[in-house]
């Protein structure tokens, strides 16, 4: 914490707090020009020897001394400060003080400059302060009143001391004789020569005072007529609380002094104001508001809840602390012919509403932060820093906020997470809880609909509506009336590069009736359908999607409860549509759940109907406190809930894309090809996102020539390393070695990634480029994790230019190193399969390959070459079958068992040759090679 933190959060003071709602005292003669004079004979003043100017830290004095008398309270604040560097000569260049000057006055006693010896007084030399009004929060609709004084010390160097005191008194309109102040206690381990905060007042008054039961405080000490309470700063340091805690085990130590009794008496003190400001005349244009309302419903709550849109509708807020009006209110009448004020004003003219039709109703202050504490702390106003209004309706309790918006109906029974209220009512009252009860209405719906009628195995066209209701959701009013596309095209930009997925339209709507800002995407997303344990599976795996690990190991920590945030409530509905025609889905885990934990409850329906299958899931997350003893309990619950998996299964016999001839595959595919061809026209002229996405679509199809074409563009565009590398293959495939080794090329020059030098490697070699082959493998610098790699290309090459003793050399060399590692196995066992070299010994190193892999499918596919080149085609296809059950998409493996089948006179072999080189069209040349070819 530096210093200019420590001089303005330090004095956390009701009186000069420009961001805190409430002002202080009682009326008294106020001005907006800048005194200068001697500070009061009642303050205890500090001598700069009091510390060591040299040795002490550069925060030299810090003395707040605050005085409760007559209704006033006055505020002196001594600092002084060594300047030991630039940092803090820009810091404290400046003098800046502030105070409201309908409340009270300013008065400057000392601006000096200590330099050494000497001691330079500022304003005796003619320096002044500059009075400016503070307006830095009209732009959210804050006008309160304070003034600023600002001075640019002039002279002031690097190694001076610069020394400033001054008092600000504060009388409060609305307070009458009653009395507050607030004072931070700075705790350690802030370094400070001398610190101290002073509060006195008369023998003779009730003044009571409390801080936090960490901080300490002394007793007062009676002397020439005053108690006067002295705290040493810094206080010891504040016990350390888990993040989690309530919010009253974490707040700042903070000394409240005041001259009110109980919330009895503090209720009754601002009740006169607002009762006289609430009221109007029969003929005043409330009155009639409040009458037309009547006529338009019976029903109490549809009148409140009318009232209540009235006022946040159609009178703006501003906050105006001008002239008293931080704790005195504005008429009801008087806001509603200005159609602003702030939430006292609001308050007061929803209460005249209320009250005019009949509904008990009442102003209360709350707390926005904090409110969990209330019933520890000194009752002052400076408690609150909000208004808002009780109302009780059909024995039911209403918290209505005239600063929120959007409240409907649906909405206006929720309880805002204050904690606590304090009725003002002229026979006072104490703080009344503000009991939470479960939202009927959810703040946000998100539906998604998903629809896989092409297959399971291709992307899925989605639309995507969220919903979102009440203040949430007010903010997509503004951006739905200017209906910015740019805007728009910027969230699917980042949709599509976040969530995935192509977007085709973004629609952004505002129902104000229904008060739900409505946002809805439509486009075509990546299946969610894998394959795995032999069945293609969509999964909703609830593992780690709710955590809820506290923190209590220490002891002093055992007792203290778990703060749960809320109130919130969430529904989310996701739609799947399957197939026609495509039978025997299966669902796995149950078909409704109804759990929860820590205050969070889940409650969630799965149906099943037709070709739909449907998800529909609710969670209440409401605000509140789990205890310490409890929390077991609720950590057994959550690993539980997150235990919980639901999957849908495609049926066994569902046929891969790859099945279908090209008739069925473009029909079944023409609605995802029109939705990419929309994401891409769709997309910003700088997103190239869709159309990446359209590039891997059309390879999932086989439309080689389409996928080049868009990687011509985007090559174009956004030229990298990774589209070269998968332009060269696609030009492989496609038969345009040339083209394919010049993008191979272009990728290594990019990023001379061993990835991108295997794969042009293996092109040079194949395109009986091997001296460039093998000089380029021989030039580079192999990592550990990249020597089975290495290993397998360069035998390859080496292979293929006729110099498989080499070959042999590398894999044995490699193998004796890594005698278990997988991959470095399946290089040795593919190599001598794939060039029929020794196949008889390959055997053993084969299957051990395949015992050590975490991925068999590979290393099944290298023994099963081993099995064809020594003849042995039942061994060979029932590792193929195996290798295809691991991983139905290795094209490699269903060439090669095509060919098998066909050499076992099987014809069926030539449908796999097919659907092999529909994948992968490279396959025939490459084998065909190495003389593994389909029988004709």
């Known amino acids: 914490m530096n210093d200019q933190s420590i001089q303005s959060a330090a004095k956390i003071s009701l009186a000069t707090g420009a961001a805190i709602w409430l002002a202080l005292a009682a009326p008294a003669h106020a001005g907006d020009k800048v005194i200068y004079g001697d500070a009061p004979e009642w303050v205890d003043k500090v001598a700069l020897s009091r510390v060591n100017v040299e040795s002490d830290p550069s925060a030299l004095i810090y003395d707040w001394q605050h005085r409760l008398e007559n209704g006033v309270v006055s505020e002196y604040a001594d600092t002084a400060i060594r300047i030991d560097n630039p ?3 820009m810091e404290h260049g400046t003098v800046t003080l502030a105070w409201l000057p309908d409340k009270g006055d300013l008065t400057v006693h000392q601006v000096q400059i200590i330099r050494g010896a000497e001691i330079i007084d500022v304003i005796a030399s003619g320096a002044q302060f500059d009075v400016l009004r503070r307006e830095q929060g009209l732009e959210q609709r804050l006008l309160d009143g304070q003034l600023t004084a600002t001075l640019a010390v002039p002279g002031l160097q690097v190694g001076d001391i610069l020394r400033v005191s001054h008092t600000v008194t504060i009388a409060d309109q609305a307070l009458g004789k009653e009395m507050q102040s607030s004072q931070y206690l700075v705790p350690a381990p802030w370094q400070v020569g001398f610190s101290r905060a002073i509060v006195s007042w008369p023998e003779g008054t009730d003044v009571y005072f409390g801080a936090e039961d960490f901080a300490r405080l002394p007793q007062p000490v009676t002397r020439d007529g005053y108690r006067t309470l002295t705290v040493s700063l810094p206080i010891a340091e504040p016990p350390e ?14 000394l409240r002094v ?16 607002y009762e006289k400001a609430a009221k109007v005349a029969d003929d005043s244009a409330v009155a009639a508001k409040a009458r037309e309302i009547m006529a338009k419903t019976g029903d109490p709550l549809e009148r409140t809840a009318l009232a209540l849109r009235l006022v946040q509708d159609e009178v703006s807020y501003l906050l105006n602390g001008l002239d008293g009006g931080n704790y005195m209110p504005q008429s009801a009448a008087e806001t509603w012919e200005k159609r602003y004020g702030d939430c006292k004003a609001k308050s007061v003219l929803l209460y005249s509403l209320l009250s005019r039709m009949g509904i008990d109703a009442r102003p209360v202050l709350v707390t926005t932060m904090g409110g969990d504490a209330l019933p520890e702390l000194l009752p002052i106003p400076g408690n609150f820093d909000h208004m808002i209004v009780h109302a009780n309706v059909g024995g039911t309790d209403y918290w209505l906020d005239g600063t929120s918006t959007a409240t409907r109906l649906t909405n206006i029974g929720e309880v805002p997470a204050f904690y606590y209220a304090l ?7 104490g703080l009344v809880p503000m009991t939470q009860r479960r939202q009927p209405w959810p703040d946000m719906v998100m539906d998604l609909t998903s629809d896989y009628s092409a297959g399971v195995d291709f992307p ?8 979102i209701y009440g203040a949430r959701g007010a903010g997509f009013r503004a951006a739905a009336d200017e209906a910015d596309e740019d805007k728009l095209k910027q969230f699917a930009q980042g949709f599509s590069t976040g969530p995935g997925g192509a977007v085709t339209s973004v629609t952004l709507e505002y129902d104000d009736e229904a008060a739900a800002g409505v946002l809805e995407v439509k486009g075509v997303m990546p299946g969610d359908f894998t394959w795995r344990d032999g069945r293609l599976r969509l999964s909703s795996d609830q593992s780690e999607q709710y955590n809820f690990n506290p923190d209590r190991a220490r002891s002093e920590w055992r007792d203290i409860p778990v703060f749960t945030p809320g109130p919130q409530y969430n529904r989310i509905a996701a739609t799947l549509i399957l197939p026609e025609g495509l039978e025997g889905f299966e669902n796995t885990g149950p078909e409704s759940i109804d759990t929860g934990f820590a205050n969070t409850t889940l409650k969630g329906v799965t149906r099943h109907v037709g070709n739909k299958v449907t998800y529909n899931v609710d969670v209440w997350q409401d605000l509140g406190e789990v205890p310490a003893s409890e929390l077991p309990a609720h950590k057994r619950k959550v690993r539980e809930i997150n235990s919980i998996k639901s999957e849908l299964l495609a049926p066994e016999n569902f046929a891969w894309r790859w099945e279908f001839d090209a008739k069925e595959l473009a029909r079944r595919t023409a609605p995802l090809v029109e939705a990419y061809d929309k994401a891409v026209a769709f997309a910003s002229s700088d997103d190239w996102g869709p159309l990446s996405q359209r590039a891997s679509f059309r390879a999932q199809i086989f439309d080689w020539k389409g996928v080049l074409e868009d990687l011509d563009t985007l090559i174009e565009n956004q030229p990298s390393a990774n589209l070269y590398s998968w332009r060269g293959a696609v030009h492989e495939a496609l038969g345009n070695r040339e083209a394919g080794i010049a993008d191979a090329q272009m990728a290594y020059d990019l990023d001379p990634a061993s990835a991108y030098a295997f794969s042009l490697a293996e092109m040079l070699a194949y395109a009986g480029k091997r001296d460039e082959a093998l000089e380029l493998l021989d030039s580079l610098p192999v990592g550990d994790d990249e020597e089975g790699s290495f290993a397998s290309t360069y035998a390859t090459v080496a292979g293929l230019a006729g110099r498989t003793q080499d070959a042999l050399e590398v894999l044995s060399r490699q193998v004796a190193a890594k005698p278990t590692n997988a991959s470095v196995l399946n290089a040795d066992c593919w190599f001598r399969g794939l060039f029929d070299i020794e196949a008889e010994g390959a055997m053993p190193t084969c299957t051990k390959a395949i015992e050590r892999a975490s991925n068999s499918a590979p290393m099944l596919d290298s023994r099963a070459m081993v099995s064809y080149r020594l003849g042995n085609f039942d061994a060979a296809l029932k590792d193929l079958d195996s290798a295809l059950e691991l991983a139905p998409n290795l094209s490699a493996s269903l060439y090669l068992r095509g060919i098998v089948r066909l050499e076992k006179g099987d014809k069926g072999g030539r449908v796999d040759v097919e659907r092999a080189l529909r994948m992968a069209p490279e396959l025939a040349a490459r084998y065909a090679a190495h003389g593994v070819a389909p029988r004709k």
């Open 258 to 273: 005041g001259t009110f009794a109980d919330w009895q008496e503090l209720s009754r003190s601002f009740a006169p104001h």
């Open 423 to 429: 009725p003002l009512s002229e026979g006072g009252s």
């Open 241 to 254: 609380m888990p993040g989690d805690a309530p919010s009253r085990f974490n707040r700042d130590p903070i």
């Open 460 to 467: 899925a066209l989605f639309t995507l509506k969220m919903s």
């Open 87 to 89: 940092d803090l000569l």
